[in-house]
């Protein structure tokens, strides 16, 4: 069949019939069309490049169109794009499996790989709730979370979500109901306060009983407001869930390959969870790919009571072009100054942005690793300000109150330089300063 859709129509069509996310169908901003992409730049259809501030949310971090993750999947193309993982396996898979065990905390050695960030988070929940079933524990079936967090779209993952960002009420009868403590408070060094873990506390003492497991975001709470906060809170949390017999479950899916300063968020607390959750940066960008990863101990209690068999398996599970992307993706980031490269990031986030601290307007900046947040007291206009960011040959995607980036790693001083100035440009003509 030739093209159903002209150069003068298909935008039009796209518009009227495709969803995008969180967005209406009818009457939405309509989407910018992107023809190409190259390291940090976007080309539109139009021919107007812009430097990318997003990563596309957190995943391209080496940049897009590598050489290098291109010839990964073209060779894996020719071998095999896909085969089932039901009964079949392949090298890939176990490279993939080999790279993110030698990566993570010792302890986790159990891999099990799905399609995207949300599926492996209600892996994590149902590999939580099936180990307490293998104990003989059913009754521990609910989650523990913190307030502003985000853990995907699909029903059990939104059921940890914020309640109010995730919209509960509108699912009340769809959802699970779980526990939520106060989020800890906002920090930009490591400083504590004892009382951050008081509600938390209380909550595991007074329903441990039913916990499975405490799902969070280890030190940055991304889509539920860039908030980072002290890592003195990760190791409170799990030295109550080990005396409350909890299991904890970090997903880092955000936070993962490096974007903090550290491989994993974890790290910087010392805390090893039980369970952790990675996606989003593991292919660079290229895939659709996530992985939970687990202890021996849990495995072993599942494999070795009934049903015998962890009751989970998407049917791309694997999928081996995925699995290429990210060994190759895995590979260029240890072979990288990767820790160099964040560091930098930090201190040029630092100068561009601190300044606005001052503005009226600007309640607060945030800097963490490759991670450089402005929070407005008001949120933004934002197809007043998308238009700014985009004459401005930049990418920016702000939500709410928050202005933020997460560039690709090998962003180069000029262009993170020429991104910093139109964010902050644009933020000032926004807040008429
Ligand atoms: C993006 C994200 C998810 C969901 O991943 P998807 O691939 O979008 O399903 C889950 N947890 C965190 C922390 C995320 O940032």
Same mark, same amino acid.
């Given at each position: 069949?030739?093209?159903?859709?002209?150069?003068?129509?298909?935008?039009?069509?796209?518009?009227?019939?495709?969803?995008?996310? =969180?967005?209406?169908?009818?009457?939405?901003?309509?989407?910018?069309?992107?023809?190409?992409?190259?390291?940090?730049?976007?080309?539109?259809?139009?021919?107007?490049?812009?430097?990318?501030?997003? %990563? %596309?949310?957190?995943?391209?971090?080496?940049?897009?169109?590598?050489?290098?993750?291109?010839?990964?999947?073209?060779?894996?193309?020719?071998?095999?794009?896909?085969?089932?993982?039901?009964?079949?396996?392949?090298?890939?898979?176990?490279?993939?499996?080999?790279?993110?065990?030698?990566?993570?905390?010792?302890?986790?050695?159990?891999?099990?790989?799905?399609?995207?960030?949300?599926?492996?988070?209600?892996?994590?929940?149902?590999?939580?709730?099936?180990?307490?079933?293998?104990? +003989?524990?059913?009754?521990?079936?609910?989650?523990?979370?913190?307030?502003?967090?985000?853990?995907?779209?699909?029903? +059990?993952?939104?059921?940890?979500?914020?309640?109010?960002?995730?919209?509960?009420?509108?699912?009340?009868?769809?959802?699970?109901?779980?526990?939520?403590?106060?989020?800890?408070?906002?920090?930009?060094?490591?400083?504590?306060?004892?009382?951050?873990?008081?509600?938390?506390?209380?909550?595991?003492?007074?329903?441990?009983?039913?916990?499975?497991?405490?799902?969070?975001?280890?030190?940055?709470?991304?889509?539920?407001?860039?908030?980072? =906060?002290?890592?003195?809170?990760?190791?409170?949390?799990?030295?109550?869930?080990? %005396?409350?017999?909890?299991?904890?479950?970090?997903?880092?899916?955000?936070?993962?390959?490096?974007?903090?300063?550290?491989?994993?968020?974890?790290?910087?607390?010392?805390?090893?969870?039980?369970?952790?959750?990675?996606?989003?940066?593991?292919?660079?960008?290229?895939?659709?790919?996530?992985?939970?990863?687990?202890?021996?101990?849990?495995?072993?209690?599942?494999?070795?009571?009934? /049903?015998?068999?962890?009751?989970?398996?998407?049917?791309?599970?694997?999928? /081996?072009?995925?699995?290429?992307?990210?060994?190759?993706?895995?590979?260029?980031?240890?072979?990288?100054?990767?820790?160099?490269?964040?560091?930098?990031? %930090?201190?040029?986030?630092?100068?561009?942005?601190?300044?606005?601290?001052?503005?009226?307007?600007?309640?607060?900046?945030?800097?963490? +690793?490759?991670?450089?947040?402005?929070?407005?007291?008001?949120?933004?206009?934002?197809?007043?300000?998308?238009?700014?960011?985009?004459?401005? +040959?930049?990418?920016?995607?702000?939500?709410?109150?928050?202005? =933020?980036?997460?560039?690709?790693?090998?962003?180069?001083?000029?262009?993170?330089?020429?991104?910093? #100035?139109?964010? #902050?440009?644009?933020?000032?003509?926004?807040?008429?300063?």
């Amino acid at each position: 069949m030739p093209n159903l859709l002209d150069d003068s129509n298909w935008l039009e069509f796209e518009k009227n019939h495709v969803w995008h996310p =969180y967005a209406p169908l009818e009457g939405a901003l309509p989407p910018y069309p992107v023809k190409n992409a190259q390291g940090v730049h976007l080309t539109l259809e139009d021919g107007r490049q812009l430097i990318d501030g997003m %990563s %596309s949310w957190w995943s391209v971090i080496h940049g897009y169109n590598h050489p290098v993750i291109n010839a990964a999947a073209k060779a894996q193309l020719d071998e095999m794009s896909h085969v089932m993982f039901g009964g079949l396996t392949h090298r890939p898979a176990a490279e993939l499996a080999a790279r993110l065990i030698t990566l993570t905390p010792e302890p986790l050695t159990r891999v099990f790989f799905c399609d995207s960030g949300s599926v492996s988070v209600e892996v994590a929940i149902k590999i939580a709730i099936q180990y307490w079933h293998s104990k +003989g524990q059913p009754g521990k079936q609910r989650m523990l979370t913190i307030r502003r967090g985000y853990h995907g779209d699909t029903c +059990g993952a939104m059921a940890v979500c914020d309640p109010e960002t995730g919209m509960h009420h509108l699912f009340a009868e769809a959802l699970p109901k779980h526990l939520f403590a106060e989020a800890p408070t906002v920090t930009k060094d490591a400083e504590w306060r004892d009382e951050d873990i008081a509600d938390f506390r209380n909550l595991v003492k007074q329903n441990h009983s039913e916990i499975a497991a405490v799902i969070l975001e280890p030190l940055v709470q991304g889509a539920g407001g860039m908030r980072f =906060y002290a890592p003195e809170y990760l190791r409170q949390v799990r030295s109550l869930c080990d %005396s409350y017999d909890v299991l904890l479950i970090a997903d880092e899916i955000a936070t993962g390959f490096g974007r903090t300063g550290t491989l994993f968020a974890c790290e910087q607390a010392e805390i090893v969870p039980d369970i952790m959750c990675l996606g989003k940066a593991i292919t660079g960008g290229y895939m659709s790919l996530a992985a939970t990863l687990t202890t021996s101990e849990i495995s072993q209690a599942i494999s070795r009571n009934a /049903p015998k068999a962890f009751m989970h398996g998407p049917t791309f599970m694997a999928n /081996p072009l995925a699995c290429a992307t990210a060994n190759a993706s895995i590979d260029l980031l240890l072979d990288s100054p990767w820790q160099e490269r964040i560091a930098r990031m %930090s201190e040029t986030f630092f100068e561009h942005l601190q300044p606005c601290q001052d503005w009226g307007g600007v309640a607060d900046v945030r800097i963490k +690793g490759g991670i450089g947040v402005l929070e407005l007291e008001q949120p933004v206009d934002m197809p007043s300000i998308t238009m700014r960011f985009v004459d401005k +040959g930049v990418w920016v995607r702000p939500f709410g109150k928050l202005v =933020y980036v997460m560039p690709p790693y090998i962003i180069n001083d000029e262009e993170l330089n020429s991104l910093l #100035t139109a964010m #902050t440009e644009a933020v000032a003509e926004e807040l008429c300063i």
